[in-house]
C-alpha cells in the first residue's frame, strides 16, 4: 500500500484544515487507517484512527475538534481538524495497518509521507 498525505498548511489559531491520504491497492477497505504526528523534537505520536470496521480512537486532546472519516470508493482517508491550536503544530502522517486497529506507531504496517501543518497563534 503506498499513501500520499495532503492538505497541510499555515492557519490561524481556531481556524480549520482538512487533510487528505489517498492510498493504492483495491483493498484499502480492510485496512484500519489512522494519523499521527510529530513536532519538533518530540516523538511521533498517535492522533485518530479509524479500524476497517468503522470504529474511531482520538487522542484526548484533539477529542472534539478533529474527526476521521473514510471513503472506500475513492480509497482516501480524511481527518477534519477544527478549532486548531498552536500545539496541534507538526507533521502529520497518515497510517495504515492490515489489522483491526492502528493505535501506536509500532502496530503500523505503511507510512505517508507528512504532510505540514503549522497554526499561527
Known amino acids: 500500500v503506498q499513501l500520499q498525505a495532503s492538505g497541510g498548511g499555515l492557519v490561524q489559531a481556531g481556524g480549520s484544515l482538512r487533510l487528505s491520504c489517498a492510498a493504492s491497492?483495491?483493498?484499502?477497505?480492510?485496512?484500519?487507517m489512522g494519523w499521527f504526528r510529530q513536532a519538533p523534537g518530540k516523538e511521533r505520536e498517535f492522533v485518530a484512527a479509524m479500524s476497517w470496521t468503522g470504529d474511531t480512537y482520538y487522542k484526548d486532546s484533539v477529542e472534539g475538534r478533529f474527526a476521521i472519516s473514510r471513503d472506500n470508493a475513492k480509497n482516501t482517508v480524511y481527518l477534519q481538524m477544527n478549532s486548531l491550536k498552536s500545539e496541534d503544530t507538526a507533521v502529520y502522517y497518515c497510517?495504515?495497518?492490515?489489522?483491526?486497529?492502528?493505535?501506536?506507531?509500532?502496530?503500523?504496517?505503511?507510512w505517508g509521507q507528512g504532510t505540514l501543518v503549522t497554526v499561527s497563534s
Open positions: 491497492g483495491r483493498t484499502f477497505s480492510r485496512y484500519s
Open positions: 497510517a495504515a495497518r492490515n489489522g483491526i486497529s492502528v493505535l501506536t506507531t509500532a502496530q503500523v504496517d505503511f
